[in-house]
């Protein structure tokens, strides 16, 4: 089928314009990787997601970054609070993508219009649109879709609650995903970590999965800080060195009584880009954690959402480029 050319002349910068019918590319690519009968579910949402994130989600995201997150470790009595200021504008960004489009919703469950979920495909596609307004917001949005991966496969039931937030369409009940794994001394080498975790009592140590650890130790880059749906590898006593000790919890800002959890948030990093997510340091003394799946098997676990995270890099990098020939054009 032949296509009138597209007039790039009618536009004075890469927005406020469609993401998604300006880029034949990725049409076709998205027309060859779906499932055909997804692909006619998916295509006319591709569209209006293009069109609300060319305009909406792009003037926010100019606004974000002139105004990126504040931490807040202490109130005004020296309590340690752990607040993570954003601008107003990240809470209607996150009403879109979370609510509106089921970002991290509709790869679990069916969104409306259809009785199955959709496959990753679709959520990745989502994210690549995303990524040429907003790469920075896409790294929550993906790491909340990756740990609700983790919890899908591993978790025996005792974190559902957890789960049904990550995938939520309510964005006033959803929460983000997090992973924290990089320490000083165990960056590329993730089984030198030390982070260590407790038993609370006999009931963990007796591999009850509602058992309650307690995480002690500092994670050096955290990116999306403030979550509420973190997965952290530590060490329990006794365990092996390196990865083969290594067992994988959730850990959230807060404890499961709504208080803050026992860490501090030490600072947010200065960085380049991604402006829109926070990324930190935390020390924990004696977190509350949950443990996710099998105790000493958390590496390969988490090596679920590490293979989620890299195609979604990849997938935002498209979005970037894309964006990036788009302002080529215009």
């Given at each position: 089928m032949?296509?009138?050319?597209?007039?790039?002349?009618?536009f004075?910068?890469?927005r406020?314009?469609?993401?998604?019918?300006?880029?034949r590319?990725?049409?076709?690519?998205?027309?060859?990787?779906?499932p055909?009968?997804?692909f006619e579910?998916?295509?006319?949402?591709?569209?209006d997601?293009?069109?609300v994130?060319?305009?909406?989600?792009?003037?926010?995201?100019?606004?974000i970054?002139?105004?990126e997150?504040?931490?807040?470790?202490?109130?005004?009595?020296?309590?340690?609070?752990?607040?993570?200021?954003y601008?107003p504008?990240?809470?209607?960004?996150?009403?879109?993508?979370y609510?509106?489009?089921?970002?991290?919703?509709?790869?679990?469950?069916a969104?409306?219009g259809r009785?199955?979920p959709?496959?990753?495909?679709?959520t990745?596609?989502?994210?690549?649109l995303?990524?040429?307004?907003?790469?920075?917001?896409?790294?929550?949005?993906?790491?909340?879709?990756?740990?609700?991966i983790?919890?899908?496969e591993?978790?025996d039931?005792?974190?559902?609650?957890?789960?049904?937030?990550?995938?939520s369409?309510?964005?006033d009940?959803?929460?983000?995903?997090?992973m924290?794994?990089?320490?000083?001394?165990?960056?590329?080498d993730?089984?030198?970590?030390?982070?260590?975790?407790?038993?609370?009592?006999?009931?963990?140590?007796?591999?009850d999965?509602?058992?309650?650890?307690?995480?002690?130790?500092e994670?050096?880059?955290?990116?999306?800080?403030d979550?509420e749906g973190a997965?952290?590898?530590?060490r329990?006593?006794g365990?092996?060195?390196?990865?083969?000790?290594l067992?994988?919890?959730?850990?959230?800002?807060?404890r499961?009584?709504?208080?803050?959890?026992?860490?501090?948030f030490r600072?947010?990093?200065?960085?380049?880009?991604?402006?829109?997510?926070?990324?930190?340091e935390?020390?924990?003394h004696?977190?509350?954690?949950?443990?996710?799946?099998?105790?000493?098997?958390?590496?390969?676990?988490?090596t679920?959402?590490?293979?989620?995270?890299?195609?979604?890099?990849?997938?935002?990098?498209?979005?970037?480029?894309?964006?990036?020939?788009?302002?080529?054009?215009?």
């Open positions: 032949t296509r009138e050319p597209i007039d790039y002349g009618q004075e910068a890469g406020d314009c469609n993401y998604w019918t300006l880029d590319t990725l049409q076709r690519v998205a027309a060859r990787t779906y055909a009968d997804e579910w998916a295509e006319p949402v591709l569209e997601f293009g069109e994130v060319g305009h909406t989600v792009a003037d926010n995201a100019d606004r970054d002139r105004h997150p504040e931490l807040h470790t202490y109130d005004k009595h020296g309590d340690v609070v752990n607040e993570v200021e601008h504008k990240q809470a209607e960004n996150e009403r879109i993508a609510e509106e489009f089921g970002l991290s919703h509709d790869a679990f469950h969104p409306p009785e199955e959709v496959g990753l495909t679709h990745l596609m989502m994210q690549s995303l990524s040429f307004a907003d790469p920075g917001f896409v790294c929550p949005v993906s790491m909340t879709t990756g740990a609700a983790v919890l899908d591993f978790d039931g005792s974190l559902a609650e957890q789960f049904r937030a990550l995938t369409r309510d964005v009940e959803h929460i983000e995903g997090a924290f794994l990089t320490e000083k001394q165990g960056g590329s993730v089984g030198a970590n030390e982070t260590i975790a407790e038993a609370a009592d006999d009931t963990a140590l007796e591999g999965p509602e058992g309650v650890y307690h995480l002690t130790g994670k050096w880059f955290c990116s999306n800080i979550a997965l952290a590898l530590a329990r006593p365990a092996p060195e390196g990865t083969a000790g067992s994988l919890f959730l850990v959230s800002r807060t499961s009584d709504g208080e803050v959890n026992d860490a501090t600072r947010l990093k200065d960085k380049l880009g991604t402006l829109s997510v926070p990324t930190g935390i020390e924990f004696g977190a509350e954690a949950h443990l996710v799946g099998e105790p000493e098997n958390g590496f390969r676990q988490m679920e959402m590490l293979n989620f995270e890299r195609l979604s890099n990849a997938t935002a990098a498209v979005g970037i480029m894309g964006r990036a020939l788009l302002e080529s054009k215009v």
